[in-house]
């Protein structure tokens, strides 16, 4: 009788453990997240203001979103590194998309 109450144990201390995990897995991914799109909305501002600088310039070009991907590698190497350029491309123009600002394709 023990040693199935032992082994009941066990199976729900396992089950307990791999929810666990998985919480922990999830709350790190939605803080590198919410990092990734804090550093995407700066990098977005620094765009806007290189555009506002520039009056022969209108929108973001592709070389503009391909230097603030550079950025955002650089400021955040170990988050950055889980996504492709896309990705984080996919967030600067959305982000500069919040601020009203079109993006060449």
Known sequence: MAQAFLMLA???VAALVRELVKLAREH??????ARLGEGA?????Q????????????VASQD????????MRHN???????LSDEQLAGMLR???GKLGQ???R
């Open 64 to 71: 503009m979103i391909a230097a603030g991907v550079a950025v």
């Open 94 to 96: 959305g982000e500069l």
């Open 41 to 45: 909305a700066r990098v977005a501002g």
């Open 76 to 82: 955040f190497p170990d988050s950055a590194r889980r």
């Open 10 to 12: 066990a199976v729900a």
């Open 28 to 33: 790190v991914l939605n803080l590198v997240q």
């Open 47 to 58: 765009i806007l203001a290189d555009i506002a600088a520039r009056p022969d310039v209108q």
């Open 102 to 104: 079109a993006v060449l």
